[in-house]
């Protein structure tokens, strides 16, 4: 089946210690988004890639950096987690044509700071 | 600025019917999303309304008014499994989505 898969579902990092979240998809999508969301908070976006176009939100801390090196992956950097950058990550795609623009979502990324 | 409001929690009773509302201010418009998401899991896609109306789709509708920024999610026939956030967003003229905060649905038997 068609899908995008995020790794680690469930990750403990120490404050400080350098953390990295991977996505990938079989979909073919042409745009990679990454979200960050808190409980019962919307999901808030980080960065999107339209295909090799990097698109940083305005407000997205410089802590957070991201990669996608082809197609299928897509990756988020966290350089210094901090107690506040403890969240769900939720990795999503789509086809980026106008109008019906459906998210397809990862299972999410559970990010513990100790 | 751009806005999107729905209540925070509501209770239903199983086999029931619910209508979560949604209200949006966005720059341009076009389209709203409800996305569903059980705790702890990733959103998933339950419709798209760009014109104005009623869209069903099985025990879920979803209806539109662009005049007056407005949405609802109807759900009928209440099941247990039904227990979740519903997430309202609007895309912006830029094709952004602007997310709500979600309304957490909780379904008593």
């Known amino acids: 089946d068609a899908m995008v898969i995020q790794n680690p579902r469930y990750q403990v990092t120490q404050f400080g210690k350098p953390v990295t979240l991977s996505c990938s998809q079989t979909?073919?999508?042409?745009?990679m988004y990454w979200y960050q969301q808190k409980s019962s908070q919307a999901p808030k976006l980080l960065f999107h890639?339209?295909?090799?176009?990097?698109?940083n939100e305005a407000d997205t801390p410089d802590n957070f950096q991201s990669r996608r090196p082809n197609t299928s992956f897509c990756f988020l950097d966290i350089r210094s987690p901090g107690l506040g950058d403890a969240a769900m990550y939720l990795c999503?795609?789509?086809?980026?044509?106008?109008?019906?623009?459906?998210?397809?979502f990862g299972a999410g990324s559970r990010l513990t700071v100790l | 600025g751009q806005n999107i409001d729905q209540p925070t929690e509501m209770t239903a009773t199983e086999g029931a019917i619910v209508q979560i509302n949604c209200t949006y201010q966005t720059s341009g418009f076009n389209g709203l999303f409800w996305y569903q998401q059980h705790a702890g899991e990733a959103p998933t896609f339950l419709s798209y309304n760009v014109l104005d109306g009623l869209e069903e789709k099985g025990r879920f509708s979803s209806f539109l008014s662009r005049s007056k920024g407005y949405s609802y999610l109807l759900l009928k026939e209440l099941q247990m499994k039904d227990s979740a956030s519903y997430l309202c967003?609007?895309?912006?003229?830029?094709?952004?989505?602007?997310w709500g905060a979600g309304t957490k649905l909780i379904i008593k038997p």
């Open positions: 999503a795609t789509s086809t980026g044509a106008s109008g019906a623009n459906v998210l397809t």
């Open positions: 979909l073919n999508h042409n745009v």
């Open positions: 967003a609007a895309m912006d003229s830029n094709y952004q989505l602007i």
């Open positions: 890639y339209y295909d090799k176009d990097f698109n």
